[in-house]
């Protein structure tokens, strides 16, 4: 098995994954891509990028495709990540939400391993008691992160923001360094598998209020970025907010997004 990729293999692996998730692999990233693939390969027992690649296009390894995701994708999260966007959704976002609305729909629309949309949950049940007012739908391409998510096993590092009350709180400690989630936050979370650059699973998902969509974007380039910015403009309600990744703007692209200064953080509104 060789350790890199020639320049055209490199082309073409690229394209392939930009085409089915929309993510792009710059040339300076080419070692990151390969290195992620080589364990892949070998556990196919194929001998080549070349024959990754042609066993991805053969039509009977469709199958293959979620497996190409879960090796990609960099899952990277944390509970209460960017603690001013949490605040500013529960604080702001979701009161003038409930000014149109008895229940708010929210969208975690890459939500990895599950520690976004259970902060938001948490974050929820703090201001609003156990029948918050929103229904939850979390989503990402990965299937393995989707897993994780469903399973809620989570270790230090996930729940390093948290202070010990809300350890105490909303976790059931199984052995020292781990801790499950507790059903009453697991229950409120519905998690499916989506595509961000699938346009067919986003019409099934129905309408919604608030979309987190952090730090998934910054692995697109600027026109599956705007494809993405687009459908969620249409997705929302009218009031409805969208939330990037705190060190993610949209303002270089061309929408009709309204930007909202809070404290410490911004968020983008369709106009009501
Ligand atoms: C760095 S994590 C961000 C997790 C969380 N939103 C946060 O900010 O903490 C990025 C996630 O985006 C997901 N992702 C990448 N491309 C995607 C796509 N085309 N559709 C849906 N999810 C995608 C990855 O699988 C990964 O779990």
Known sequence: ???????????????????????????SKEYLLSSRLKKRIRELNLNSFEEYIAYLKSTSSRGELPKLFDAITINETYFFRHINQI??????????VLKRKRTANIWSAASSTGEEPYTLIIALMEKYGQAIPAKILASDISQEALNKA??????????????VDTKYKFFDTIKPGSYKIKDL????CIFRNI????????????KMDVIFCRNVLIYFNKESRQKVIDKMYDILNPGGYLVLGATESISRLNTKFKLCHFKKALAYQ???
């Open 87 to 96: 605040n500013a959704f529960r604080d702001i976002i979701m009161p003038d």
């Open 185 to 188: 936050i697991k229950n409120k």
């Open 150 to 163: 469903k399973d809620g096993v989570y270790n230090e590092y996930s729940l390093k923001e948290l202070s």
């Open 1 to 27: 098995m060789q350790d890199s990729m020639n320049s055209q293999t490199f082309e073409a692996l690229r394209s392939f994954i930009y085409e089915q998730s929309g993510i792009f692999f710059e040339k």
């Open 195 to 206: 595509n961000l650059n699938n346009h067919t699973e986003l019409n099934r998902i129905g």
């Open 270 to 272: 369709k106009e009501i």
